[in-house]
């Protein structure tokens, strides 16, 4: 993967908060990416994430920082340069590939926000009325009504699509999750948590990827 200069366009009144997303969520998604990227290549062979619990937020923390450290120091995000004044940038480099990756998402977020925010809306009703959070995802495959089945796969198909996901990135969960279709529904619903922050400085106009 070559590595380059990573550019995000600066724009209006930051606060301090809005700059911590930038170094929380983004370095956490690009950290994704890049994981799935090394699996499609062939690299990290046998990566499971699905021998976490995922009954709550400390598997989903675990495995972005699992993530993060799965990514050597020399394609880990470094600052380069902060302009404040405008136009204001940050110039980061890194894994270009990567970052566009990101963008990708972040720009399909952009495109449909109420729909997207709807289909996530209802998809986590559903599943905390189904109590899936409750079930023990190494015990999903017996514990699992074949409604609830059909539901998790209807859901990873449509987050997938309107995500942007090419099959390869799809095929690369597939296998961090040794198959695991609920622990796919829990990553995928994760990632829309780290994004919709970045998607939302983007609409308003604060950052552009």
């Known amino acids: 993967m070559d590595i380059g200069k990573i550019e ?26 890049y994981v ?36 050597p120091d020399e394609y880990r995000l470094q600052v ?16 270009v590939a990567i970052a566009s990756d990101v963008s990708i998402l972040v720009s399909a977020l952009c495109a449909s926000v ?18 899936l959070g409750q079930i ?11 409604d609830d089945i059909a539901f998790i796969q209807q859901s990873i198909k449509r987050l997938s699509s309107e995500f942007k996901l090419r099959p390869e990135q799809i095929s690369a969960i597939q296998k961090i ?6 622990v796919q529904l829990k990553i995928l619903l994760a990632l829309y948590r780290r994004a919709e922050p970045i998607q939302e400085q983007q609409s308003s106009g604060k950052a552009q990827l």
């Open 8 to 33: 995000i366009k600066l724009d209006k009144r930051w606060e301090l908060h809005d700059l911590s997303v930038v170094t929380k969520e983004y370095v956490q998604l690009y950290s994704f990416f």
């Open 114 to 131: 109420l729909a997207l925010n709807k289909t996530y809306d209802t998809i986590v009703k559903s599943y905390h009325s189904r109590r």
């Open 36 to 71: 799935l990227k090394c699996v499609n290549e062939g690299i990290y062979v046998g990566l499971d994430f699905s021998t976490y619990p995922w009954g709550g937020g400390y598997s989903v923390v675990n495995f972005f920082k699992g993530s993060y450290g799965l990514t």
């Open 177 to 182: 999750t040794n198959g695991n279709e609920l």
């Open 136 to 146: 023990k995802v190494q015990e999903a495959e017996s514990k699992l009504m074949q």
């Open 80 to 95: 380069n340069k902060i302009q404040y004044a405008s136009p204001g940038f940050i110039e980061l480099s890194g894994a």
